[in-house]
């Protein structure tokens, strides 16, 4: 037999018998327990769990293992018991841990870290997150009830521009501890007023530091809140937030600058416009307007709706009648909106039209939301006998109302009193020298010209009633009718005892008045020329007695 000669071996060969032994020595069991096991640990989880609730832990284990909790307040369920660890051999898993109150404040958020031991090895496979405690010791709400939380924010309400137009928006807080709102951590456009009792006013803050017109709204999506304050025994100063927002400006308000309080005349061509004194149908003619009217609108959110609607005007007795029909749009007026600003146009009157009117409301866009598929004729105005009027609520939206008429030829008529000194039997044989004129010097009889209601020239006569007496006449002469009109009486306070009727005297035409009042009072006879069936009078005169 031969011995073995390990100088003859070559060195690759020995080496390749030392890395033989050394596998056969070696179990590559990679930290398992059992031979031929291999320990793979789950993904890591994330969950959140209020106080008092659950959570279910799945795992596969294929050696045993051992659970553990670096939390007290997150306990895994065994049996009647709840404890911080907990072990089991191999195979399919699924354990509870039970998260309860214990140490849960109000200010932070928990989380518990679930480890896994398998063998020799250990690996954090559950974190679970219980949220700060919710602070229910605190209720607001508003006057009728409803309560303000995250899915109902408090809406400011807004106020008008004027100091005494203010709205508040009143908050009620109940709690068996005091509470407040934070002036530091609140928004600077809200302004907070303490009535006392958990009851708080809020309004909008015109003096903001961030320069927020109180106009414009506000919404949830600024992330706006109000953080309340309650003082509790144990826990200190707590926080509660609401979010919050702002309406913006009343809703119903809507300001002009400037503004045309007073009804406008337009002349054919449509180039001035003159205000007229209210109270009359002409009146005193005031401000002119050159080419157009422009304003600036203040309302909520710069948000309106301009609405033209046609204005029929009609004579009437001292005044006019208005109605509006908002179903015909006065095509001959132009409104061009730039932003705030609105400029108005009228066009031309065309040869032989007649006259004819329009009225332009301005209506705030959350009004005219509500109104806009409503009629519109009868939720805006009152028909009351032959006017119509704009109902209150909705007065402060017109911006401007006026007439555009025909020119009128300019007709001179001249009025003259005169009174007979005798009873006139035959007025057939009354020549122009058997009237005797009034003297305008004397006390007896004045006859004086003002601006007057029914027409551009009123006169106004008045006269001693001894003129009448035994019989006697008084005669208001004028020296021209203008075509289609009259020389009448609308009015005699003194019916049955003044007879008042229409005589040709040399060509001229008079009124005469025979009779005795029995009585005296602050009446007028009330007259003119003009057009009886229009109520168009080129001439208005008012008869009075002394």
């Known amino acids: 037999m031969k011995a073995l000669n390990l100088k003859s071996m070559s060195w690759i060969m020995a080496l390749a018998m030392m890395f033989i032994v050394s596998f056969t020595g070696c179990s590559d069991d990679d930290g398992e327990n059992t031979p031929g096991e ?32 670096n939390a007290g307040w997150c306990k895994f369920v065994d049996g009647e018991f709840t ?11 699924t354990i509870t841990a039970k998260i309860s109150g214990d140490g849960q404040n109000y200010s932070d958020d928990n989380v518990a870290e679930i480890t896994l031991t398998l063998g020799e090895k250990e690996q954090v496979i559950y974190k679970i997150t219980r949220p700060k405690k919710v602070f229910n010791g605190l ?70 530091t961030e320069g927020i017109d109180p106009k414009y709204s506000i919404s949830t999506e600024k992330g706006h809140k109000l953080v309340f304050g309650v003082q509790t025994t144990n826990e200190g100063l707590i926080n509660v937030s609401v979010p919050v927002a702002y309406e913006g400006l009343k809703e119903n308000v809507l300001l002009f600058k400037p503004e045309y309080i007073n009804a406008l ?9 003159t205000e007229t004194s209210s109270g ?58 730039e932003g705030t600003k609105l400029t108005l146009t009228v066009a031309a009157l065309p040869e032989g039209a007649e006259l004819r009117g329009a009225a332009i409301l301005v209506i705030p866009e959350v009004i005219w939301n509500k109104i806009k598929d409503t009629d519109l004729q009868a939720t805006l105005f009152t028909r009351d006998s032959d006017n119509d009027y704009l109902n209150d609520e909705y007065t402060d939206y017109i911006w401007t109302h006026f007439t555009q008429e025909p020119k009128n030829e300019e007709i001179e008529i001249i009025l003259k009193g005169f009174y007979t000194n005798k009873e006139i039997t035959d007025w057939t044989t009354v020549k122009e020298e058997d009237l005797i004129p009034f003297d305008n010097n004397d006390q007896t009889i004045s006859i004086s010209e003002y601006p007057g209601q029914m027409a551009s020239i009123a006169w106004n006569a008045s006269f001693s009633k001894s003129l009448l007496e035994n019989n006697k006449s008084v005669c208001i002469q004028t020296n021209s009718i203008p075509a289609g009109h009259d020389f009448g009486v609308m009015y005699n306070p003194w019916e049955g ?42 001439i208005e005169l008012n008869i009075g007695m002394y």
């Open 38 to 69: 291999k320990i793979e640990f789950p993904t890591l989880q994330e969950a959140t769990c209020n106080a008092d609730g659950t959570i279910t832990i799945s795992f596969k284990a294929t050696v045993d293992w051992k659970l553990t909790s």
């Open 83 to 93: 404890q911080s660890s907990i072990t089991g051999k191999a195979g399919e898993q």
């Open 139 to 208: 209720t607001i709400k508003d006057e009728n009830g409803n309560v303000y939380n995250t899915e109902n924010p408090i809406i400011i309400k807004g106020s008008g521009y004027e100091k005494i137009d203010v709205v508040y928006t009143t908050i009620l807080t109940e709690s068996e501890f005091e509470v407040g709102i934070s002036t530091s951590e609140n928004p600077d456009w809200i302004k907070v007023e303490n009535k006392g009792e958990g009851k708080f006013n809020l309004t909008f803050n015109n003096d903001n």
């Open 265 to 273: 005349t337009v002349n054919p061509e449509g180039t001035v416009f």
């Open 280 to 337: 009359s149908m002409e009146g005193t003619e005031g401000v002119k307007y050159e080419n157009q009217l422009s304003s600036t609108i203040t309302v909520r959110d710069d948000k309106f709706h301009v609405l033209k609607i046609t204005e029929i005007k009609t004579p009437a007795m001292g005044t006019y009648f208005y109605t509006y029909d908002v179903t015909q749009e006065p095509d001959w007026v132009t409104i061009v909106e």
């Open 497 to 538: 005892e003044i007879q008042i009727t229409n005589k040709t005297i040399d060509g001229k035409e008079y009124m005469v008045l025979t009779g005795y009042p029995s009585s005296m009072s602050f009446d007028q006879i009330m007259a003119g020329i003009g057009n009886f069936d229009t109520m168009d009078f080129a």
